[in-house]
């Protein structure tokens, strides 16, 4: 039987400013199982980025379940979701969100640092090697982000993303500032990544990307309008 990683029901997220609410979700109902790769597309403003951030707990919903490995994760403090963000999941967005001031090794290492049962610096060294091979940028270890071109940064962000041995990898528009062919080069790194029992979920606005997932969902208003298996 296919292992659940997480699923939501019937998630909204409202946000409210003085003069308006915007309803951003309005009921998603979503499982995603191990080793899947999931795609998410739909026009600007549909959603996609706070689903993205409902999903890694960067945010929490107004209303609905959310569950990660049984766990029911709807309504954590700050420093509970952190923890269980720290464990579970990586992160790669469309601006890399590297940290200029620490060496490529650094960055990488960093979400192992920030754990809460203490890594040792053997350890961090072992899969910090490991994850700049995977993303074949062991040549670069001691430079800084802005020394290395756009692609080579999102493989940085990649290996960052890995170091944890997340079991949901979140990416938001990863080839958004890339040229065709860095853009290309990372969405094969995926893909190998995904072949290799990583679980994805990707948003993109591009077609080709978003066909390269095992599912394709469609979002519109804040709802899945449609749900693909390709
Ligand atoms: N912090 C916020 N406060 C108020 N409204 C927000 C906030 N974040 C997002 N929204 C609104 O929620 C809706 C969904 O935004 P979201 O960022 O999820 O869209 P998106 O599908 O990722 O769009 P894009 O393709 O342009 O990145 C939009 O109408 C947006 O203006
Ligand atoms: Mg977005």
């Known amino acids: 039987m296919r292992e659940l990683t997480l699923n939501m029901t019937d998630i909204t997220k409202v946000y409210s400013t003085e003069d308006m ?27 996609k980025s706070t689903l993205l951030s409902l999903l890694g707990l960067l945010d929490m919903p107004t209303s609905g379940k959310y569950f990660i490995g049984g766990t029911d994760v709807s309504h954590l403090n700050l420093s509970e979701a952190a923890y269980i963000r720290n464990e579970k999941i990586g992160f790669i967005f469309q601006s890399f969100n590297l940290i200029d001031e620490l060496s490529v090794f650094d960055n990488i290492a ?21 994850c700049l091979q995977i993303v074949d940028m062991t040549h670069r270890a001691q430079h800084k982000p802005n020394q290395l071109s756009g692609g080579q940064q999102q493989r940085i ?10 079991a949901l990898l979140l990416v938001d528009e990863p080839t958004g500032n890339l040229d065709s062919r860095n853009g ?44 693909q298996t390709l």
Do not use: W
């Open 21 to 47: 609410d915007t309803h951003a979700l309005r009921g998603i109902d979503l499982e995603i199982y191990k080793g899947d790769f999931v795609s998410i597309c739909g026009p600007s403003g549909c959603g």
């Open 110 to 130: 960093l979400p192992l640092r920030y754990r809460r049962n203490k890594v040792s610096e053997k350890d961090i060294e072992k899969k910090v090697t490991e």
């Open 157 to 166: 962000a990649i290996a960052r993303a890995l170091v944890g041995n997340p």
């Open 184 to 227: 290309d080069a990372v969405m094969e790194m995926l893909q190998q990544l995904n072949a290799n029992g990583t679980t994805l979920c990707m948003v993109t606005h591009d077609p080709r990307y978003a066909d390269m997932a095992g599912r394709k969902l469609h979002l519109l208003d804040g709802k899945i309008i449609d749900s």
